[in-house]
């Protein structure tokens, strides 16, 4: 992504009126955040749900969108060229959860981008068959592991995900189930992807950052901003950076916590939680009015 001082000219000037927080400390962020505010309309604002839309609770069904959150896209919706929620989650869910269905042209890329929601509809690729075979030998390799109580599954249709967030010891939980459940990914050709207290098991082949520049090309976007807050956003910053490359600027957000500080390191731009999120997103809906 490069440092605060990398890049070429800074932009600084084209962000007079920018509040403190929303300045990116990289040059490349401040090149692309000022793009997006000259061009709007050829912009792709892509974001993840979980930890950057919604608070992260100990049950993912528990979700719903930060207070402020949906006001905010619909406001946004209309002052940019594609405004899309790219998640781990199934695109429905995400849907529901957020209460995003009347977020007017809204795209939605769940799994990783192996489903598409938009207009009420949901199109899906099929799934490999080795998140079956994962599905079906997870519950008795939990057991030969010595899997904590409170440790439980979620079955995503796509993916299958290991949470440890309500055992007593969560960090330790995530150590101890890593290397069986990473054996049992690689044995069944699947990424075992960890992030905040969770260890996802999903096809290769796809991430955010391969369903970014996808959406990316198909929406002739010249400039993006991507907002994310766990490991599984990192190939997005990265494509970000694949991007500025290629003459598209771009600003990578991360939406702050002590869990996952790799991602703030990345990031061109780090707000406080979902909190810091919406206030970016509602002060940018102000600003392109």
């Given at each position: 992504?490069?440092?605060?001082?990398?890049?070429?000219?800074?932009?600084?000037?084209?962000?007079?009126?920018?509040?403190?927080?929303?300045?990116?400390?990289?040059?490349?962020?401040?090149?692309?955040?000022?793009?997006?505010?000259?061009?709007?309309?050829?912009?792709?604002?892509?974001?993840?749900?979980?930890?950057?839309?919604?608070?992260?609770?100990?049950?993912?069904?528990?979700?719903?969108?930060?207070?402020?959150?949906?006001?905010?896209?619909?406001?946004?919706?209309?002052?940019?060229?594609?405004?899309?929620?790219?998640?781990?989650?199934?695109?429905?869910?995400?849907?529901?959860?957020?209460?995003?269905?009347?977020?007017?042209?809204?795209?939605?890329?769940?799994?990783?981008?192996?489903?598409?929601?938009?207009?009420?509809?949901?199109?899906?690729?099929?799934?490999?068959?080795?998140?079956?075979?994962?599905?079906?030998?997870?519950?008795g390799i939990l057991v030969t592991a010595g899997a904590p109580p409170g440790t439980w599954t979620e079955d995503k249709?796509?993916?299958?995900?290991?949470?440890?967030?309500?055992?007593?010891?969560?960090?330790?939980?995530?150590?101890?189930?890593?290397?069986?459940?990473?054996?049992?990914?690689?044995?069944?050709?699947?990424?075992?992807?960890?992030?905040?207290?969770?260890?996802?098991?999903?096809?290769?082949?796809?991430?955010?950052?391969?369903?970014?520049?996808?959406?990316?090309?198909?929406?002739?976007?010249?400039?993006?901003?991507?907002?994310?807050?766990?490991?599984?956003?990192?190939?997005?910053?990265?494509?970000?950076?694949?991007?500025?490359?290629?003459?598209i600027p771009g600003v990578a957000v991360c939406s702050g916590s002590?869990?996952?500080?790799?991602?703030?390191?990345?990031?061109?731009?780090?707000?406080?939680?979902?909190?810091?999120?919406?206030?970016?997103?509602?002060?940018?809906?102000?600003?392109?009015?």
């Open positions: 992504m490069g440092g605060p001082h990398s890049g070429g000219p800074d932009d600084s000037s084209s962000l007079d009126g920018v509040p403190a927080a929303f300045v990116p400390r990289t040059v490349e962020g401040r090149t692309g955040f000022a793009a997006l505010l000259a061009g709007p309309e050829h912009a792709l604002i892509g974001l993840d749900f979980d930890g950057t839309l919604s608070p992260i609770v100990a049950d993912p069904r528990d979700a719903r969108a930060q207070p402020g959150a949906v006001a905010a896209l619909r406001a946004l919706a209309p002052r940019v060229g594609t405004l899309a929620i790219i998640t781990g989650r199934p695109a429905a869910t995400a849907v529901e959860y957020g209460g995003l269905a009347d977020v007017p042209g809204l795209i939605v890329l769940g799994h990783y981008g192996f489903e598409r929601w938009s207009g009420g509809q949901v199109a899906a690729r099929p799934t490999p068959p080795g998140v079956a075979a994962a599905r079906e030998q997870l519950p249709g796509h993916a299958v995900a290991v949470h440890t967030r309500r055992t007593a010891d969560p960090d330790a939980a995530l150590r101890l189930l890593r290397p069986p459940l990473e054996r049992l990914a690689e044995a069944e050709d699947l990424l075992a992807q960890p992030g905040r207290m969770v260890i996802e098991l999903r096809p290769r082949g796809m991430d955010k950052g391969a369903a970014l520049k996808a959406l990316i090309s198909e929406r002739a976007s010249r400039v993006v901003l991507f907002g994310g807050d766990d490991l599984g956003d990192l190939p997005a910053f990265r494509a970000l950076g694949e991007l500025r490359g290629q003459g002590p869990e996952v500080t790799e991602l703030a390191s990345a990031a061109d731009l780090v707000v406080d939680g979902p909190d810091g999120m919406v206030d970016l997103l509602g002060w940018l809906a102000g600003r392109l009015s």
